[in-house]
Structures are given as structure tokens and as C-alpha cells.
């Protein structure tokens, strides 16, 4: 006889009686997880998203990317263009854990939304489109989650689609991510014919229904895979799992002792529960990614990935960040993201590491060393908030009343708190005479790419014009501007061509501007290709002194662009405090124009050999001698690889 058993979620609210959705009271921090939804564009992440709200019970009826009515795209322009352009943090319960949920864009031009969320998340669900697997923007999303070194679980989405390849999709994530995909389900038919998937944990089927495009998901079957099925899934179904108790035996070492002396004789009887606990060590560890698959646009296969979010992805204890431990109970949060709100002003997005974050108090901002006083605090639910009056440890909320916070600043309780963290962290090093760093890292803002000029309807907007400017910046710390110093006009850079439009449409919209954009120019960078060396001699008299100097350097390529200047080691002791800043000084300013077309120079080292100069020599006339060697090294080189066949200077743009 075959068991049968149907699982109903509770009953949906509308997401507009945010009130009713939830209680706001912060569960125990075992209870929480802080996800976000990264992928290439058009995977699937923002219906993703929509089904996860839907099923956990936040909205009654399910939005579409196409109709421009889904929770987390509540931008005009994402609603019209059907992109996700800023990121969203939304929470929901699910079987008694708090889920706060960031959906950030897939399209490169807003890599800072990704980089910034994953900065402050404990954990991340890359969703894959089934028919193309790894794609470009996936690989970058990846490489960003493995800076901040979160944790992920795999969706292979779009399983109905009649291309949809899993081992396509497997391989690629191996070959590419350079990682290991442990598949914890395999799908029930394929293409259209695609109705759920087995779990290879359990060996049970889970089949939605295919009668009715109109049927939401909710409800589905949960039978024992056994020998009356078709024998080709069962077999399948074997293997499947054989391989997946392989593969986390050889990620886990306490696994792997289990199976040799409990299941030595049948490794097919270890259970689920063992593998589940083996499974949440390995991808806590970062040594493997379980994945997952379904079909979110046709509302199968979400339901899993909901108790694989509770299952594999940590909870904020266990993300271990070791200035933490200097603040103990007292507050500690990163600012992460700032909006702003025409009624309430700057909306400020933090994570709290560590105490409880109040409303109605003062908090000290550490990088800017200022004290502002917190009056509101709120819970985000997309557009919409709930006002709270305080918040714990591993949660994500929004403060109302932070007017010079920006972007990575550090926000603790006090003065004396951060003194206090600076002792603690003193005196478990030993060392209270040098100073520490109790700053939370901040986040890595990508150069701009693109750059145009903008201008007003007429200088009477000019000033509502800087001030649209000064807002977007506060809220996109990837949108530059600045004014050109030979016209004066305002150089507006930018990640790409549609960051650009997006800024021009939202002062359009928002500010009621209507600003003209010049043509759009590549941010380009200019380098060198090769070794080379030259010696240059500055002899000026101003006034009754004169100024004499010699200096001799080698330009040579680098991978690393921090490293822009090194004097050679007989030199650096010989040199003084005053004369080591004016070398780095020339060779700064020499890199601000290439010889090229004028761009910037970048990936360029300067080794710094000789230096002599004769007794009251300014630093101005060094900073002068070393800036024109440089520029003499610059172009030998562009007049030497001029007649060859390759590129005079490697340009590139510089993204993530």
C-alpha cells in the first residue's frame, strides 16, 4: 500500500497588512537566517523570491517579473524594464525560523548591490538557469561570495524548460566554479513533462500537480520512491544517492568514520538525518554546495529549498568575525546601504553583529567619528516597514535618523564602547602601544566604467541638480561625480550604459529634473607591456636658490595596483620621512594622465633606484623631477611598441 501524504502551508495574507504577516519579536539567534538570492540575469531570482514570500504566507496571490507586480521589484523601472536594479531585503517566517532575504540584481552594471549584500549575509542561494548552467555574471556573483566567504546552496531553476540539462549544469558548475556540487534531488521527468523530484535523502517523491497552469504549488505529494515506479527513477534515483554518500564521505571525515563502522555492509542505510548533519558540516565548511532543482515560474521544487535554507545555510553565530569578540554585548553594526525616503529622509540599512540596537538613542559612528541620535528603527518588508522598538544580534533593520552615515561606516553604542573594544583587543595581544582596529571591514567599491557629462535645464536647477547628485551618490557609492577642471562641466561615471540611464530616469522621476546627458565615453586605463628604465635631471633656480636633483627609476608591470611605488632598499634608509612622500607623491601625479590618450595609468610599479640632490632642494622639485621620469619612461616605451603590430597600452575596463 502506498503511504500518501499532502502538505498545506498556512493560509496567505496580502502583503499590504504587513502588520498581520508576522510578529517582529526577534527570535533566537539559532533561528535566523540571513540569505540573498544571487544568480546571472534572467535565472530566476526575483520569482524565486515571489515563491518563497507566497508559500511562507507574506502575500495571498503570486506577482510576475513580465506584469511588473512581484514584492521585491517595486522600482517604476524595475516594474517596467522586468530587472531587479537595487537590492531588497525582505523577512519572512518559515517553520518557526526567521528568513531575512535580500533579491539583488543580476545585471553587471549594480555588481555593488551584490557585493554589499553578501558583505553583511551569513548565507546565499545561487540560483542556475537548468538550460545554460554556469554563465558570466554567475562567476562573478561566485567570486564575490567567496571574498566574504559565505556559504551557498544551488537552485537549478527552469527544470521544465525543454533544454534543461542536469549533468550540463553539474559539470559546469564543477569545471567553472572550481567546487563541488553535491545533488541532493533528481527531477521527475523532463521538459514539459517535468512534475517534481526525488529526494535522494529520504527516497521520497515529491510531485506537484500538471492539470492547471493556474495551480499556485502549494499543495503536493510526498510518496516512498519504491520498486513499482519506473524503474529507470528508481535506478536513478540508486546511483543518485550512492554518489551523493560518496561524495560527503570523502568532504567529511566524522561522515565518513560513520559509514566504515555502522554501514560498512550497506552504506545505503544510513539516515537522512546523518547525511543532513554530515551535509550542513560540509557546506558551513565551504567545501561543497548542495544543489537543488525546480521550477519557480511554474511553482515546483521551492518548498525544498526553504528547508534546505534552515537545513545547510548558518545562523549569524556561526559566522565567526573576530573584531566581534572586542565589543561582547555591546553594540556593533555595519551600515550597508542607505535609500532615501521623501517623508522620513535617509533610510539607513544595518546589520547588527553584536548587542541590541534601540530606537530613540544615540549611537557613535566610528569612521566618522560623529554621535547621531537613532529615532526610529524599522523592519524592511521591501517598500513597506514595521516600526520596532528594538532589535538583537544577527539581524538586518533600518535606522531613520542617521544623517551623515554612509556606506561601510561602523555604528556602535558610545565612545567609551569603542575604547573600551580597543583595550580588550590591546590586551589579548599584548601590545598597548600601537593602536588596533576595531572597524568593521567595509565594502569594496569598483572603479567606474563608464562617463558622460550632465547638465540642467538652466542654472536656476543647477543647485537641485548637485543636490539630486549628493542623494543618488549617498545611496550608489558606484556612481561618481565630479567637475571637469578645464570646462567646468559635471562629469557624471557610472558602471555602464543602463547604471547611467537609470540615474538619468530616477532625477527625471524623482527629483522632476530634466537633465541632458552628453555621449557616452568608455572609463578607459592605460598601462605598460613591458620593462623599462630611465634617469632624468630637474636643474631650476627660482628666486636666489637653486633647486637640483637627479633622479633614476624602472616602470614595470603588476598584477597588484596597490603597489604603485618601491624604493630600493639601499635608498629607503637613507631617505627621510619628507623625501620618501615626495617620491610617492611624482609618481601618483604621473599616473594620473598616461601618455596615451590621457586616461589614468594603472597596474604600474615604480621602483625607485637613485636619488641625489643637492642641499635645499623643495620636495615640490622632486615630486616635479620624478613625475617627468616617469612620464620620460612612459613614452620611450609608447614610441618603441608604436611600430609593432600589437596594442600600443592594454585597455580594459575595470569591473568586477
Not at 119 to 141: M, P
Request: glycine share 6%; charged share 25%; hydrophobic share 40%.
Amino acid at each position: 500500500m502506498i503511504l500518501a501524504k499532502y502538505i498545506f502551508t498556512a493560509a496567505p495574507r496580502h502583503r499590504n497588512d504587513v502588520k498581520s504577516v508576522r510578529t517582529v519579536v526577534s527570535p533566537d539567534i539559532s533561528k535566523i537566517r540571513n540569505i540573498g538570492i544571487m544568480a546571472h540575469i534572467d535565472a530566476g531570482k526575483t520569482t524565486t523570491t515571489e515563491r518563497m514570500l507566497f508559500y511562507s504566507g507574506y502575500i495571498r496571490a503570486l506577482g510576475d517579473v513580465d506584469d511588473g507586480d512581484t514584492v521585491t521589484d517595486f522600482m517604476a523601472q524595475e516594474r517596467e524594464r522586468g530587472i531587479t536594479i537595487q537590492s531588497a531585503a525582505v523577512t519572512f517566517d518559515w517553520k518557526n525560523h526567521r528568513i531575512n532575504l535580500i533579491d539583488t540584481p543580476g545585471h553587471v552594471d549594480f555588481t555593488l548591490e551584490v557585493e554589499r549584500s553578501l558583505r553583511v549575509l551569513d548565507g546565499a542561494v545561487a540560483v542556475f538557469d537548468a538550460s545554460a548552467g554556469v554563465e558570466a555574471q554567475t562567476l562573478t556573483v561566485w567570486r564575490q561570495a567567496e571574498k566574504h566567504h559565505v556559504p551557498c546552496i544551488g537552485f537549478l531553476n527552469k527544470m521544465d524548460k525543454p533544454i534543461a540539462n542536469l549533468d550540463l549544469c553539474l559539470e559546469s558548475i564543477r569545471e567553472k566554479m572550481q567546487t563541488t556540487p553535491i545533488l541532493l534531488q533528481i527531477p521527475i521527468g523532463c521538459g514539459k513533462s517535468f512534475s517534481g523530484i526525488v529526494d535522494l535523502l529520504t527516497n521520497e517523491k515529491l510531485e506537484w500537480t500538471t492539470n492547471s497552469n493556474d495551480d499556485d504549488g502549494r499543495c503536493f505529494k510526498v510518496l516512498p520512491l519504491d520498486q513499482s515506479d519506473e524503474p529507470a527513477l528508481v535506478q536513478a534515483a540508486k546511483e543518485a544517492r550512492g554518489n551523493l554518500i560518496e561524495q560527503v564521505a570523502d568532504l567529511d571525515d566524522e561522515f565518513a568514520e560513520l559509514l566504515l563502522t555502522d554501514f560498512s555492509d550497506n552504506m545505503y542505510a544510513v539516515p537522512a538525518v546523518k547525511i543532513k548533519e554530515a551535509l550542513r558540516r560540509v557546506t558551513l565548511a565551504r567545501k561543497g554546495v548542495p544543489i537543488l532543482c525546480g521550477s519557480s515560474l511554474k511553482n515546483k521544487g521551492v518548498q525544498p529549498l526553504l528547508d534546505a535554507i534552515i537545513a545547510y545555510l548558518p545562523n549569524p553565530s556561526q559566522r565567526h568575525h573576530d573584531i566581534i569578540q572586542w565589543y561582547k554585548d555591546d553594540l556593533c553594526a555595519l551600515a550597508f546601504k542607505v535609500i532615501h525616503d521623501k517623508q522620513r529622509g535617509p533610510l539607513v540599512f544595518v546589520r547588527i553583529y553584536s548587542g541590541t540596537l534601540k530606537a530613540q538613542t544615540a549611537v557613535h559612528n566610528i569612521n566618522r567619528n560623529s554621535i547621531e541620535r537613532m529615532s526610529r528603527l524599522l523592519v524592511p518588508f521591501a517598500d513597506q516597514y514595521v516600526e520596532i522598538p528594538s532589535i538583537t544580534a544577527g539581524n538586518i533593520a533600518l535606522t531613520v535618523g542617521l544623517k551623515q552615515t554612509v556606506t561601510g561606516d561602523t555604528i556602535v553604542a558610545s565612545k567609551a564602547s569603542a575604547a573600551a573594544a580597543v583595550r580588550r583587543a590591546q590586551n589579548k595581544a599584548g601590545n598597548k602601544g600601537h593602536s588596533v582596529n576595531v572597524i568593521l571591514s567595509g565594502v569594496e567599491v569598483p572603479d567606474p566604467v563608464f562617463f558622460c557629462t550632465i547638465e540642467p535645464p538652466s542654472m536656476a536647477k543647477q543647485a537641485d541638480l548637485e543636490n539630486a547628485l549628493s542623494c543618488l551618490q549617498r545611496e550608489d557609492p558606484s556612481l561618481k561625480v565630479r567637475v571637469d577642471p578645464d570646462s567646468g562641466q559635471t562629469i557624471l561615471c557610472g558602471m555602464g550604459e543602463l547604471h547611467i540611464d537609470i540615474i538619468h530616469d530616477r532625477i527625471r522621476r524623482e527629483y522632476g529634473i530634466e537633465t541632458h546627458l552628453g555621449p557616452l565615453q568608455v572609463a578607459y586605463r592605460e598601462t605598460i607591456t613591458e620593462e623599462a628604465k630611465a634617469a632624468d635631471t630637474l636643474d631650476r633656480t627660482i628666486g636666489d636658490k637653486r633647486h637640483v636633483v637627479t633622479v633614476e627609476l624602472t616602470l614595470r608591470p603588476t598584477d597588484d595596483s596597490s603597489s604603485k611605488i618601491t624604493i630600493h632598499k639601499e635608498l629607503h634608509s637613507q631617505l627621510s620621512s619628507d623625501l620618501k612622500e615626495a617620491l610617492e607623491n611624482g609618481v601618483n601625479s604621473s599616473y594620473l594622465q598616461g601618455p596615451l590618450l590621457g586616461y589614468p595609468v594603472q597596474d604600474v610599479s615604480a621602483v625607485i633606484q637613485r636619488v641625489s640632490l643637492e642641499p635645499g632642494t623643495s620636495p615640490a622639485m622632486i615630486s616635479a623631477c620624478v613625475s617627468r621620469c616617469v612620464q620620460k619612461v612612459s613614452d620611450a616605451l609608447s614610441l618603441v611598441l608604436c611600430n609593432t603590430t600589437n596594442a600600443i597600452y592594454i585597455f580594459f575596463i575595470h569591473r568586477q
